[in-house]
């Protein structure tokens, strides 16, 4: 069971990155997936998540990201997605993929909810 983050990497502001996790091992389908993020000298925190895997859908966006980053996903290829426009250096982490099971709308946010991590990808963002 692995989660394998990807798509990280060096940009300017204003440019975008897309990030991509692909699940093996288990159906990502079947799981509430988010993606977190650990900027230098700061906590994890929860930027984004989605949960459709009952057929409804519900999302999570930070404020500090809403309007800039979409989530989504390709079950078909068992990956989750991270769509970044318009980066700016504040946006600077370590991002991490996340996936778990049964996950409600009032714990989305946290990493306890989630049973799977990605190893993280690094996204740096210069002024």
């Known amino acids: 069971v692995q989660l394998q983050a990807s798509g990280g990497g060096s940009v300017q502001s204003g440019e975008s990155l897309r990030l991509s996790c692909t699940a093996s091992g288990f159906t990502l389908g079947d799981y509430a997936v988010a993606w977190f993020r650990r900027a230098p000298g700061k906590e994890r925190e929860a930027i984004s998540c989605?949960?459709?895997?009952?057929?409804?859908?519900?999302?999570f966006y930070a404020d500090s990201v809403k309007g800039r980053f979409t989530i989504s996903r390709d079950n078909a290829k068992n990956t989750m997605y991270l769509q970044m426009n318009n980066l700016k250096p504040e946006d600077t982490a370590i991002y991490y993929c996340?996936?778990?099971?049964?996950?409600?709308?009032?714990?989305?946010?946290?990493?306890?909810?989630?049973?799977?991590w990605g190893q993280g990808t690094q996204v740096t963002v210069s002024s």
């Open positions: 996340a996936a778990g099971v049964g996950v409600i709308l009032s714990e989305m946010r946290m990493t306890r909810a989630y049973d799977y």
């Open positions: 989605i949960d459709d895997s009952d057929g409804y859908s519900q999302y």
